[in-house]
C-alpha cells in the first residue's frame, strides 16, 4: 500500500520533471531561433562582421604596426587543445601568472552548447565565426557576444551559470568575488572562498585592468578560421597549439568518456574494428585537423609570424620548468615567481634542473603508461587513421605488439618545432 502510494509519486514527480524540461527546451529553441533571424538580417547584426573590421582597420600593414605598438606590451594568448592533452594543466601555467593576468578556461563551451541545440549537432563550419567572434570581444573584455549564449540568459549582466568560473583566478578575485548571500545560487561559488553569481560587467572592468589576457579552448577546429583575430591591430595574439599522441589521447578518452567511447571499449574487446565506421571517421577527422593547424602554423605565413607556437604534451610532461619557460619568452610575458612556484608543486620539476637521469627516465615511463592500456589492434587503427599527424609531432609507429610494449624504447622522438 504504502510502496504503491510512493510509485504513484515517484511517476508523477518524474512527469513534472519531464514537462519543466520539455518547457525549458521549448524556450531555448524559441530563443535561439530569434537569434537565428537577428543574424540573418543584415540591418541588425548581432554578430560583428570580423573581416570588414579587419580590412577597415588593416588599409596598411604600418597603420597596423602603429596601433599595435599603442597596444602597450598587451599580450591575448589563445592556447589551443583539444580534449585530454592536458590543456587545463597547461592553462595554469598562465592563470597562475599573478595580478596580470585575466584567463578565461572554456569560455566556448556555451557557445557549443548552443549551437548543438540549435541544430541538433555540431558543424564545424557553421560553428568557426560564432567561436572567433566570442574570442574576439572576450579578449576586448566584452562580454555581451557571449552572453547571448549563456542559458539562462544572464539578467543584468549578471549569471550564476558561467562554465567553471572557479578555473579563472580573476573570476574569482576581489572585485569579481561579490559577497555570497545563503540561499540564493548556493552552488555557485570558487574553490577557496565563496561568491556571489558572476557580475560579468565587475568581470569586464577587471579584465581591463590587467595588462594581459588568456584563454584556453578545445573546441576551435581550425586554425585558419582564427585569421582575423591575428589581423585585428586592437589585439597582439599568440596561438598556441598543444598536441599530444593520438594513440594516447584515445586510451585516455576511454576511460574519462567512457560512454561516449563504448564503440572503442568494445572493438578493444573483441578485436575487430570496422574501417569505414563514423567513430574512425571522427578519429581521423580530428586527426586532420589538427595536422591541418599545425602545418599551417609552422609554415609561418605572414599573418601567423611570430604568433604562432606548437608544444608537444610531451615535452611539457617530461620538462614542464623549460617549457614553460620558452611559453612565456614566446608570449613575451615575464614567467613570475607565482608561475614557477606552481608548477613546482604541480609537478617533479625539482628534479627536472638537476639533469638526475633516472627522473627523466621516469618521467618518460609516465608519459608513456598509455602504451600498457589499449591493446595493439585499436594503436594500428590509429596509426593508420592518424599517420601523417604522428609523422609531424614526432611520434614513432610501434610495428608490433611486443615494440608497443618494450619500455626499452622510446616512442617519443626528441623534436623541435622552432
Ligand atoms: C563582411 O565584410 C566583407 C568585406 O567588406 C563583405 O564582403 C561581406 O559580405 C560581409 N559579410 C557580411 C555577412 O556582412
Ligand atoms: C554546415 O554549415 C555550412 C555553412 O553554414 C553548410 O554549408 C553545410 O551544409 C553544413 N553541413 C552540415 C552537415 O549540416
Ligand atoms: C554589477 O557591477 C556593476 C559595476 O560595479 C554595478 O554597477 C552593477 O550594479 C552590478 N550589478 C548587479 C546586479 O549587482
Ligand atoms: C618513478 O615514479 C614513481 C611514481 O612517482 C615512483 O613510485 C617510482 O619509485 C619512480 N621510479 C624511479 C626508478 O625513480
Known amino acids: 500500500m504504502c510502496g504503491s502510494?510512493?510509485?504513484k509519486y515517484t511517476i508523477c514527480f518524474v512527469c513534472i520533471v519531464a514537462l519543466v524540461i520539455i518547457e525549458k527546451e521549448n524556450n531555448i529553441i524559441s530563443r535561439v531561433s530569434d537569434k537565428?533571424?537577428?543574424?540573418?538580417?543584415?540591418?541588425?547584426?548581432?554578430?560583428p562582421n570580423a573581416s570588414a573590421l579587419a580590412e577597415e582597420l588593416l588599409n596598411s600593414a604600418e597603420s597596423s604596426e602603429q596601433e599595435r605598438a599603442s597596444l602597450d606590451g598587451t599580450k591575448h594568448i589563445l592556447l589551443l587543445a583539444t580534449t585530454r592533452?592536458?590543456?587545463?594543466?597547461?592553462?595554469?601555467?598562465?592563470?597562475?601568472?599573478?595580478?596580470?593576468?585575466?584567463?578565461?578556461?572554456?569560455?566556448?563551451?556555451?557557445?557549443?552548447?548552443m549551437l548543438t541545440l540549435e541544430t541538433g549537432g555540431t558543424n564545424a563550419t557553421a560553428s568557426a565565426p560564432a567561436y572567433r567572434n566570442v574570442l574576439q570581444q572576450l579578449f576586448l573584455c566584452d562580454f555581451k557576444l557571449l552572453?547571448?549564449?549563456?542559458?539562462?540568459?544572464?539578467?543584468?549582466h549578471v549569471t550564476p551559470a558561467l562554465f567553471r568560473r572557479e578555473s579563472s583566478a580573476s573570476l574569482c578575485d576581489d572585485p569579481v568575488c561579490t559577497?555570497?548571500?545563503?540561499?540564493?545560487?548556493?552552488?555557485?561559488?570558487c574553490?577557496?572562498?565563496r561568491c556571489g553569481p558572476l557580475n560579468l560587467t565587475l568581470a569586464s572592468e577587471s579584465c581591463r585592468q590587467k595588462q594581459h589576457r588568456a584563454i584556453k579552448s578545445v573546441r576551435v577546429r581550425q586554425l585558419e578560421t582564427l585569421r582575423p583575430l591575428s589581423e585585428d591591430p586592437r589585439l597582439d595574439v599568440k596561438f598556441i597549439q598543444l598536441v599530444r599522441d593520438p594513440r594516447a589521447v584515445l586510451a585516455s578518452r576511454m576511460v574519462a568518456f567512457s560512454a561516449k567511447y563504448k564503440h572503442w571499449k568494445q572493438w578493444a574487446a573483441d578485436g575487430e574494428v570496422p574501417a569505414d565506421d563514423e567513430e574512425v571517421k571522427k578519429l581521423r577527422g580530428n586527426c586532420d585537423n589538427i595536422r591541418v593547424s599545425a602545418e599551417l602554423g609552422l609554415q609561418q605565413p605572414a599573418w601567423l609570424r611570430r604568433r604562432y607556437m606548437l608544444v608537444r604534451y610531451e615535452?611539457?610532461?617530461?620538462?614542464?620548468?623549460?617549457?614553460?619557460?620558452?611559453?612565456?619568452t614566446f608570449t613575451?610575458?615575464?614567467?613570475?615567481?607565482?608561475?614557477?612556484?606552481?608548477?613546482?608543486?604541480?609537478?617533479q620539476a625539482s628534479k627536472e634542473a638537476s639533469g638526475v637521469y633516472s627522473t627523466q627516465k621516469n618521467s618518460s615511463e609516465q608519459v608513456e603508461k598509455w602504451r600498457f592500456t589499449i591493446p595493439f589492434k585499436l594503436v594500428q587503427v590509429v596509426q593508420k587513421v592518424c599517420g601523417p599527424t604522428m609523422k609531424l609531432f614526432g611520434y614513432k609507429f610501434a610495428e608490433s605488439e611486443e615494440m608497443l610494449t618494450d619500455k626499452s624504447l622510446s616512442l617519443i622522438e626528441e623534436k623541435s618545432f622552432v
Open 5 to 7: 502510494m510512493r510509485t
Open 36 to 47: 537565428l533571424t537577428l543574424r540573418q538580417t543584415p540591418q541588425t547584426p548581432l554578430l
Open 147 to 156: 552572453e547571448t549564449f549563456i542559458e539562462p540568459p544572464p539578467v543584468h
Open 315 to 328: 615535452d611539457i610532461a617530461r620538462f614542464p620548468m623549460s617549457k614553460a619557460a620558452e611559453m612565456y
Open 179 to 189: 559577497p555570497f548571500v545563503k540561499g540564493v545560487f548556493e552552488r555557485y561559488h
Open 332 to 347: 613575451g610575458i615575464p614567467f613570475t615567481p607565482q608561475v614557477k612556484d606552481w608548477i613546482l608543486k604541480n609537478t
Open 85 to 113: 592533452t592536458g590543456s587545463s594543466f597547461v592553462g595554469e601555467f598562465f592563470n597562475q601568472q599573478g595580478d596580470n593576468m585575466f584567463y578565461l578556461f572554456e569560455p566556448l563551451w556555451h557557445v557549443e552548447r
Open 191 to 193: 574553490k577557496t572562498r
